[in-house]
């Protein structure tokens, strides 16, 4: 099949979409797949991949919020290079204008929404959550709850990757959600990875001992991820016991975060790591891992943290809840500061050696991107099948 995606939220600085995109380039490949990716950029060229596929750039403004994303603000151009690559099926990657320009498309392929992004647990629950339920938000938010409908009934299926959000989005009357989990690189995070003197230098720069425990988060600096939240649990539950935090990252609230960190020796920034098998011994040497977004869609950071062998500290809404069972982490009410720190305690309370053997199952068990794709492209080719055989 020739699969274009159109991914208004695919940049070469990174993040989770990126991961998953390039992933996808090789992986498509591997199973005989033409991939295309449609992004803006900063100008109209194509990026070839060594393994296969290609990204086309369609020239693009920069996004005022967060200048390293850019977003297509011309329907016109995008329906030029879907004319030109005439696909056999065409992914939208956003429930914003991209859904709507691939809608708009007046091509013949069946087309899939990949719901990338939960708006309305990122800003709607998030902002207005303390003064009403999620149901009353839904309805003030109506709006856009027929949007997404409107998109249900227009593209052929709409992907979501955890069973949270795709309960919402059927009991808000989105028609054709099916989920389809993601999963992690195979061979790469694994509790192998585990390094004493990694952790120990880590600690060493939260300026503890090596018997405090060392937990870690991943994550860009956004709003929606509540980094303020998690330093906040990590520093009221460190009233206990030694705790140190490494926050992995990077984004516009930087300087917000170091503000909220003050003179607090205990936590330590890090800065994004590209290299995927050094992030993977980070994981792999921490403690734990710590988690305050409650908007992922699947919680790659969480599943990655979970091949790696790591109890988990996570909300109890959102994808990352997927990967915590009763034997290998905590849950807590997500935007709950308090919440987080009683969970801190009560995982670290925990016999240590029965948490890590039970963590070292789960990691066993993580589920493999490779098979998220072969599940995707399956469904893909069901859905391409009466056209092509028309054709």
Request: with cysteine.
């Given at each position: ?35 295309i990716v ?8 194509v ?62 392929a ?29 309805k ?9 409908r ?13 069973r ?28 192998a ?38 330093i906040?649990?990590c ?15 990077d ?10 960190i ?18 993977a011994?980070l ?48 849950l ?21 050696t ?12 993580a ?25």
């Amino acid at each position: 099949m020739k699969i274009v995606d159109v991914c208004a939220f695919y940049t070469p600085h990174g993040g989770g979409v990126k991961t998953y995109i390039d992933r996808k380039l090789a992986i498509g490949a591997a199973l005989g797949h033409e991939i295309i990716v449609i992004a803006p950029g900063s100008h109209d060229h194509v990026e070839l991949r060594s393994g296969g596929g290609r990204i086309v750039y369609v020239a693009s403004p920069q996004l005022i919020v967060d200048r390293r994303y850019r977003y297509f603000d011309d329907p016109s151009a995008v329906h030029a290079r879907l004319d030109t690559e005439r696909p056999d099926l065409v992914e939208a990657s956003s429930p914003w204008r991209t859904a709507n320009i691939v809608a708009n498309w007046q091509g013949s392929a069946p087309r899939s929404l990949i719901m990338h992004a939960d708006p309305m647990a990122a800003y709607a629950y998030r902002w207005f959550g303390r003064f009403g339920s999620r149901e009353a938000i839904d309805k003030s938010f109506d709006l856009f709850w027929r949007h997404l409908r409107r998109l249900g009934d227009r593209f052929d299926c709409v992907v979501s990757a955890n069973r949270h959000l795709s309960s919402r989005l059927q009991a808000g009357g989105v028609a054709g959600v099916t989920t389809i989990p993601m999963g992690v690189d195979p061979g790469l995070f694994s509790p192998a990875h585990r390094d004493a003197g990694l952790r120990c230098d880590l600690l060493a720069r939260c300026a503890l001992p090596e018997r405090a425990s060392l937990l870690i988060g991943v994550g860009r600096h956004s709003a929606e991820k509540r980094w303020p939240l998690v330093i906040d649990a990590c520093l009221a539950a460190s009233q206990h016991r030694p705790i140190g935090l490494a926050l992995v990252g990077d984004g516009r609230d930087r300087g917000r975060i170091v503000r909220h960190i003050g003179n607090n020796p205990h936590v330590h920034l890090l800065a994004p790591i590209a290299d995927r098998l050094l992030l993977a011994k980070l994981m792999a040497s921490a403690d734990a891992l710590i988690h305050g977004c409650e908007a992922e869609t699947f919680g790659l950071v969480a599943a990655e943290a979970a091949a790696s062998g790591l109890p988990l500290i996570v909300p109890d809404a959102g994808g990352a809840s997927d990967f915590v069972a009763l034997d290998n982490g905590e849950l807590y009410a997500a935007g709950d500061a308090g919440a987080a720190a009683r969970a801190i305690g009560r995982l670290l309370s925990r016999d240590r050696t029965r948490l890590i053997a039970a963590a070292a199952r789960r990691a066993a068990d993580a589920p493999l991107i490779d098979d998220h794709f072969g599940a995707l492209f399956d469904l893909y080719g069901d859905l391409a099948t009466p056209l092509r055989s028309a054709a």
